[in-house]
């Protein structure tokens, strides 16, 4: 009889517990918030434009369909960021068309206008003329902690409408590959499985707020292997602004060249225990030099922020705009320096339109 009592306890208790853990992971209503803001995109090059560039689309693998064609370049998700039709993507996936085409997932088809890309995150602005349309409120990957569940949205292998869940795995992740089009690089890493199609859809937190935009996988045979990363969505907040203000996204600068340390550093530097990153080169009349960074300079902090690791620096910057006033801590030797700095602009940013023009050919994969 106590065996029987406790084995009913222990099952009520077991109950308890499965119903609690999937009360706590319960992401149906993020699913619903997100599903009918992502859309899918479709990018075409005319005949016209194939003539034009053939030897670039021959090297792309876009073929011509005959006289008054054309042929689909690309196809993947976005992200619909207001009511009025506002699309964010991954720059990548336009893959040279000079024609865009998106679709509602009630299957409502619109042609869509470039407002303008963002090459350094690998984004795109697009679009279409329709009003009253669900979209995603913008979120804060800082809010969310590592291990805690997110959802990716959007149309891999043409199944539209897809939902995947996963945790958080990573935050400040570089990847070390020639094909990575964004140069802020640093992304938030996730286990929520994406494929071929899924670029330009949404990572969401578990209430439905956009975190991301997933851009690129690491995989052995071109398939999700476990590893999938989205831009954040500090970087997809600063580039939507930009784009619609200035249709150009304003990059700030430090003028100088950084890095993550490695031992060999550590150990000259005398000080094993130190975070941050090195210093390794400052553009003479640049922002830096002007503030009285040096060579050798270990940032620990930028703007109140710990600073890690060089993709969280750059990440930082590429949510701040040129003309910020920033405090940053070097230390330089055993000594802690406060330094106050306006981050410049850089070389001015040049938006690409599509009309009239062949881009520059972006590539992912899981465009």
Not at 78 to 87: A, E, H, N, T
Not at 204 to 213: F, H, T
Not at 224 to 235: D, E, M, S
Not at 276 to 299: K, P, S
Request: aromatic content about 6%; hydrophobic content about 40%.
């Amino acid at each position: 009889m106590k065996k029987l009592t406790l084995y009913i306890i222990c099952s009520s208790t077991i109950l308890l517990c499965r119903q609690a853990s999937a009360q706590q992971t319960d992401l149906s209503s993020a699913a619903s918030k997100a599903l009918p803001a992502v859309v899918r995109v479709q990018s075409f090059v005319s005949d016209s434009l194939y003539v034009k560039h053939a030897k670039l689309a021959a090297r792309m693998g876009i073929r011509s369909l005959g006289s008054g064609g054309s042929t689909l370049a690309g196809s993947a998700s976005g992200v619909l960021v207001s009511p009025d039709g506002y699309i964010l993507t991954n720059a990548h996936i336009l893959n040279g068309g000079d024609s865009l085409v998106v679709i509602l997932p009630d299957r409502r088809t619109y042609h869509a206008v470039l407002t303008g890309i963002d090459d350094a995150a690998d984004l795109a602005l697009l679009k279409i003329a329709e009003n009253g349309l669900d979209f995603l409120e913008p979120g804060n990957p800082d809010h969310v902690k590592i291990g805690e569940p997110v959802l990716a949205v959007g149309n891999p292998f043409d199944l539209t409408s897809t939902v995947t869940a996963g945790i958080l795995s990573a935050r400040y992740r570089a990847l070390d590959d020639r094909t990575t089009p964004a140069r802020i690089n640093s992304y938030l890493q996730t286990d929520a499985a994406s494929n071929e199609g899924m670029s330009g859809s949404a990572l969401v937190d578990r209430s439905g707020k956009l975190i991301g935009i997933n851009s690129a996988i690491v995989s052995p045979n071109g398939t999700f292997a476990g590893y999938a990363f989205a831009i954040p969505g500090g970087v997809v907040k600063k580039a939507w602004h930009d784009l619609l203000a200035y249709g150009i996204v304003r990059h700030a600068y430090l003028d100088v060249l950084f890095g993550d340390m490695d031992d060999v550093q550590y150990k000259k530097l005398d000080n094993k225990n130190l975070t941050g990153v090195l210093i390794t080169g400052v553009q003479r009349a640049g922002a830096g030099e002007r503030a009285g960074l040096r060579r050798d300079d270990v940032i620990v902090s930028f703007d109140q922020h710990q600073i890690i690791a060089a993709p969280q620096l750059r990440e930082l910057l590429a949510q701040s705009a040129p003309g910020d006033s920033v405090k940053i801590t070097v230390m330089r030797g055993s000594i802690a320096l406060e330094i106050s700095m306006v981050l410049s602009g850089g070389k001015v940013d040049q938006a690409r339109n599509l009309p009239g023009g062949w881009p520059a050919t972006r590539t992912n994969r899981i465009h």
